[in-house]
Structure formats: structure tokens, C-alpha cells
């Protein structure tokens, strides 16, 4: 099927950068919206970004200014830069995309898929 693999989490000082990945493999016929949610410990999981295949994006009021999303359709990855970080940006980070996949002798629309989830933590 499909595969959302992210890379790229970890520990940063307050105001300092990352940037996570998101790449989809397996039998991908097209990606439609990507994106990217977080879940803080204690708290339910929220949606920071999202990108449609055309490039329509949306951004959580929280992060505006400071992460920026962007995708290329040819690798199947979603990026999120991340800047001006802070701590309350803490929290464990899925990559989420709408994939047109193939399997069980069946064409499927919009199948949903999650990553691994990324660890960001942003602490001095």
C-alpha cells in the first residue's frame, strides 16, 4: 500500500529552526492534500498546515509567519520549515496526506495516511 515516512525532528533552543520531512512510497497513483498536524502531551491532535496538490495552503493562526509548508509532487514529499520556534511548539508531529492508491485489485480515492510521527521539542 502506502508508506508516509518523516525525518527530520528534534531538540531546539527557543527561536531556533527545523525543518521535517514527509515522504510517500508504495503504489501512489497521485497525492492529493498533504499536511501536517501536532499533538502536545495532554492535548488532543491539531491540524498546523495543510497543501493541496495545486498548491493551496492553510495555516493554523498559531504558526502563521513562522512555518512555512511546501511539497514536491514528484517526490511525494511535504516539507514543514519551522522558525522562530517556541515552546510551546513542543509536541510530536504527523505528516498526513490523501493518497489515490491501488490494492486488492481495487482503485481507492483519497485514502487517508498518517507518518510515524516526529518528536519537535523546543527548550533551552
Known amino acids: 500500500q502506502v508508506q508516509l515516512v518523516e525525518s527530520g525532528g528534534g531538540l531546539v533552543q527557543p527561536g531556533g529552526s527545523l525543518r521535517l520531512s514527509c515522504a510517500a512510497s508504495g503504489t501512489v497513483f497521485s497525492i492529493n492534500a498533504m499536511g501536517w498536524y501536532r499533538q502536545a502531551p495532554g492535548k488532543e491532535r491539531e491540524l498546523v498546515t495543510s497543501?493541496?496538490?495545486?498548491?493551496?495552503?492553510n495555516y493554523a493562526e498559531s504558526v502563521k509567519g513562522r512555518f512555512t509548508i511546501s511539497r514536491d509532487n514528484a517526490k511525494n514529499t511535504v516539507y514543514l520549515q519551522m522558525n522562530s520556534l517556541k515552546p510551546e511548539d513542543t509536541a510530536v508531529y504527523y505528516c498526513?496526506?490523501?493518497?489515490?492508491?491501488?490494492?486488492?485489485?481495487?482503485?481507492?480515492?483519497?485514502?487517508?495516511?498518517w507518518g510515524q510521527g516526529s518528536q519537535v521539542t523546543v527548550s533551552s
Open positions: 498526513n496526506a490523501e493518497v489515490d492508491t491501488y490494492y486488492s485489485g481495487t482503485f481507492h480515492r483519497n485514502e487517508n495516511y
Open positions: 497543501i493541496t496538490r495545486s498548491g493551496s495552503i
